[in-house]
């Protein structure tokens, strides 16, 4: 800590940039300016400080706008809103939609969640590290694929990278994927490819091309897990256990740990 008490260590990232007054930050691009322009609208300079519901919008621009949050623009985002360096930076290193260091210009998200690893995500993950190189880490590492042929990160290209994601949303209708704006489920490996290089050649991604939706159903069409939150009743905590809620937990707790551990494996 310095006499003005903020840190003066790098970011992480190894960018080198320190986290001391925002007012020293080089200013952004003139491209990061205008999307945060597009962010502030019509709000004076005064009229943003403290409007916390502003960070994530500003930060999604930015990412939008030249695949990476850099300093420069995140420290202007603090200065506009009023926000503190480690909270806006917290934000933005959160959320596997952001990245705080250079890559891609563009990154298809797989899902790797259990839903999706049982319905192919393994093979898919084959066609994207075919396609487009490995995974990036969290320094932004990877491509040198089939379709990521230049460097990821070389300002003005339009290189695609892709990585795992804990959760999509869509564990119904797995296995899924995020390829620019759209998210494609029920996801086959040719449409997959198809969606990549669509995206990588700039024709955007058309919603659907995921193909069907897998959903586990029933002998008699009912499906398993939603069948109770189509019909009444199902809101309150005494009807759910009065339709046979929480029976997989009663019958789990009869059979004890060892029991159900064996019934896990049998399942597969």
């Known amino acids: 800590m310095n006499v003005d008490g903020q840190s003066r260590a790098p ?48 930060l999604r621009a930015l990412q939008e706008a030249r695949g990476w949050i850099s300093y420069p623009a995140l420290a202007a985002v603090c200065r506009e809103l009023g926000v503190p360096l480690a909270e806006a930076y917290g934000v933005a290193s959160f959320y596997a939609l952001l990245s705080t260091v250079p890559g ?25 590290e075919r396609l487009l190189g490995p995974p990036l880490s969290a320094h932004g590492g990877g491509g ?14 339009r290189a695609v990278g892709w990585a795992v994601s804990s959760c999509l949303g869509q564990c119904d209708r797995a296995p899924a994927a995020l390829v620019g704006d759209v998210v494609l489920t029920g996801l086959r490996a040719g449409a ?10 700039g024709r955007g991604v058309p919603a659907g091309a995921g193909g069907e939706a897998t959903v586990a159903w029933m002998g008699d069409g009912t ?46």
């Open 11 to 58: 970011l992480p990232g190894g960018l080198g940039f320190e986290a001391g007054r925002l007012e020293k930050a080089p200013p952004p691009l003139p491209g990061e300016q205008a999307a945060l322009e597009r962010v502030w609208g019509h709000l004076a300079a005064g009229e943003r400080l403290g409007r916390r519901d502003l960070l994530l919008p500003a």
């Open 104 to 128: 891609p210009r563009h990154v298809v998200h797989l899902c790797d969640d259990v839903a999706c690893m049982l319905r192919g995500a393994r093979e898919l993950a084959g066609v994207l």
């Open 144 to 157: 040198n694929g089939d379709v990521a042929a230049r460097r990821p990160g070389e300002e003005g290209d």
């Open 192 to 201: 997959l490819e198809e969606a990549v290089r669509a995206l990588a050649e």
């Open 223 to 268: 499906p398993l897990l939603l069948r109770r939150c189509a019909g009444p009743g199902c809101v309150r905590l005494e009807e759910y256990l009065a339709g046979g809620g929480y029976g997989g937990l009663r019958r789990a707790l009869a059979m004890g740990p060892a029991a159900t551990l064996a019934e896990v494996e049998r399942s597969r």
